[in-house]
């Protein structure tokens, strides 16, 4: 495949090379063939010639130009985007590797008790039909686990944004991802996603569960660095 696609890159090259050297000599040889070529002692067959070659190349030149700086400007476009987009990757990443790092504080401060105690009322949210029913759980929330709710909330929005994002952004959200569910638990995860989509009445909203491709993935790319090392 990569011997192919080389192979094709360079008969484009030599097409192209083979292309330009014709628009170069095109003109001589045609000004040659009608009108001959020599070491004219007249200056003024110089002149004439001068003037035929000149009033065909430049124009050829500005085209030329005008390529040239057209391709120029394309490129510095293109390398701007990609500059911006990079940076972009880079904040977002440590941003939200931040609020899974304070969410994680959070959680901390919970013991195990509570942490199921959370679990439980997220997943009890979830499958509440009576909307008091859901006031009363969710007033539960606020009042024993405000701060972790909204930690966790927060780490869960700005997976879901970045995913929406029209890039390909797929290896980055599974790294945060598995990230958040080293560092978190899953169980605890997957409870406030569920009560998210409850929430927000979205049911396409982000899972904080990895799928068997993203798992796939990452292990891929940490073989490939264990093998630079």
Not at 203 to 218: L, Q
Request: contains cysteine; aromatic residues 14%.
């Amino acid at each position: 495949m990569f011997f192919s696609k080389a192979k094709k890159s360079y008969k484009l090259r030599f097409f192209l090379i083979f292309l330009v050297l014709i628009v170069i000599f095109s003109p001589i040889l045609a000004y040659a063939y009608t009108f001959g070529f020599g070491i004219w002692a007249s200056h003024d067959e110089w002149s004439k010639m001068g003037s035929a070659l000149g009033g065909i190349y430049s124009p050829i030149i500005a085209v030329a130009t005008l390529c040239f700086l057209y391709r120029q400007q394309r490129f510095t476009e293109i390398s701007h985007a990609e500059n911006r987009e990079a940076d972009f990757r880079r904040h977002t990443f440590a941003k939200c590797e931040n609020y899974i790092t304070l969410a994680s504080h959070r959680v901390d401060k919970l013991d195990e008790s509570q942490i199921r105690g959370l679990t439980c009322l997220l997943e009890m949210y979830a499958d509440a039909v009576d909307e008091k029913e859901k006031e009363e759980i969710f007033a539960a929330l606020n009042k024993f686990y405000q701060p972790q709710i909204l930690s966790i909330g927060r780490v869960s929005s700005t997976l879901h944004k970045i995913r929406n994002l029209d890039m390909d952004v797929d290896g980055m959200v599974s790294d945060l991802r598995m990230y958040a569910s080293s560092v978190i638990s899953l169980e605890l995860l997957l409870a406030h996603d569920v009560f998210y989509r409850a929430y927000m009445n979205d049911g396409s909203y982000f899972s904080f569960e990895p799928s068997e491709d993203e798992k796939m993935r990452v292990d891929e790319a940490f073989d490939k660095m264990k093998k630079k090392k």
